[in-house]
């Protein structure tokens, strides 16, 4: 079974940058949709960034556009969420996904449970 595998998370200062990486085993990245999801403590698992196969399309959730960008590296089939001015909101678990089972999740990154392949999560936490 095909398994994801996050890393890059950490403690920064607000305003600050990070790097997360999503390798997986098994995962052709140019054919499925792959995204990027976040969880903080007491609230519901949220889509953040979503990039359709091939690379065609990407979608962001309003809270990150314009301070996030997800792109992947084909040659090492790896998926990044590279995170620019970074805010206390943002601390949270991110988690890599992949493999929605309906095309149209992958566009409004809801129900985040038809996404069927998961990391273990990678913990973010942004201080003021």
């Known amino acids: 079974q095909a398994q994801l595998v996050e890393s890059g998370g950490g403690s920064v200062q607000a305003g600050g940058s990070l790097r997360l990486s999503c390798a997986p085993s098994s995962y052709d990245y140019k054919t499925t949709c792959m995204g990027w999801f976040r969880q903080a403590p007491g609230k519901e698992r949220e889509g953040v960034a979503t990039?359709?196969?091939?690379?065609?399309?990407?979608r962001y959730a309003d809270s990150v556009k314009g301070r996030f960008t997800i792109s992947q590296d084909n040659a090492k089939n790896t998926l990044y969420l590279q995170m620019n001015s970074l805010k206390p909101e943002d601390t949270a678990m991110y988690y890599c996904a992949a493999e929605p089972r309906a095309p149209l999740s992958c566009v409004t990154m809801r129900p985040v449970t038809a996404f069927g392949a998961w990391g273990q999560g990678t913990q973010v936490t942004v201080s003021s």
């Open positions: 990039r359709a196969s091939h690379g065609t399309t990407t």
